[in-house]
């Protein structure tokens, strides 16, 4: 069983990965700044209270552990649609060398269907529902991507499409550019790949979209 650090554990798609991580028996540090309001109990789980954007929490929170998850958010409102991020690449560029100083080779990082070389494959009608939203902030995961895939770790990036909540169901993974699309795929499902890739990685220097 992997010792697994959650980088953005208490909501959305770090938390499920944090709950499925458990059940699979696997040690669980969930990183967050309100990890410790996390309403999870369980003697494998760590709730550590950091920030993504602090090196030394950063470093602290790489102590002892095997493969590093993450799944940083944000939310949607005007300042973020009108004026984007810069969350995702400012906090990979301090995980980054944070890793290669604790000698941890796993990440496993979720952006999104439309980030980097997958918003090419995008049809037309989704590109633009997609630019009015999200241009800006997938301009920031773009550059995340570009981060990781210039780093010498043992990356997976993981592209989920539509986020929907619910149980783990039946899901695809596609690695060819020809089947990337539009679509739907629950948190959970996310999770379930996330948490699959740490126990047997199948898809290492890849970048699927999930859907």
Same mark, same amino acid.
């Given at each position: 069983? &992997?010792? +697994? +650090? +959650?980088?953005?554990?208490?909501? /959305?798609? /770090?938390?499920?990965? +944090? *709950? $499925? &991580?458990?059940? !699979?028996?696997?040690?669980? !540090? @969930?990183? @967050? !700044?309100? @990890?410790? /309001?996390?309403? $999870?109990?369980h003697p494998k789980l760590e709730k550590f209270d950091g920030d993504a954007l602090d090196r030394d929490s950063v470093e602290a929170a790489l102590d002892g552990v095997d493969a590093v998850v993450q799944t940083l958010g944000i939310k949607l409102n005007p300042g973020t649609v009108l004026g984007g991020t810069e $969350?995702?690449? *400012? @906090?990979? !560029?301090?995980?980054?060398? &944070?890793? *290669?100083t604790k000698g941890v080779e796993r990440l496993i990082t979720v952006t999104g269907y439309g980030a980097g070389d997958s918003g090419e494959t995008m049809n037309p009608l989704n590109r633009i529902g997609f630019n009015a939203v999200f241009a800006r902030i997938y301009a920031d995961k773009s550059i995340q991507e570009t981060m990781i895939k210039d780093s010498d770790l043992d990356w997976t990036i993981a592209r989920p499409v539509v986020l929907t909540g619910g149980k783990c169901g039946s899901y695809n993974v596609r690695v060819e550019p020809s089947d990337w699309a539009m679509g739907m795929i629950s948190r959970a499902s996310v999770a379930d790949f996330l948490v699959s890739e740490i126990e047997n990685p199948q898809h290492i220097q890849q970048a699927p979209v999930l859907n």
């Open positions: 069983m &992997a010792h +697994v +650090v +959650v980088i953005g554990g208490s909501s /959305g798609i /770090g938390l499920e990965t +944090v *709950k $499925l &991580a458990l059940e !699979r028996d696997h040690t669980v !540090r @969930a990183f @967050a !700044r309100s @990890a410790s /309001g996390i309403d $999870l109990d $969350l995702f690449s *400012k @906090a990979t !560029r301090i995980l980054i060398p &944070a890793m *290669k």
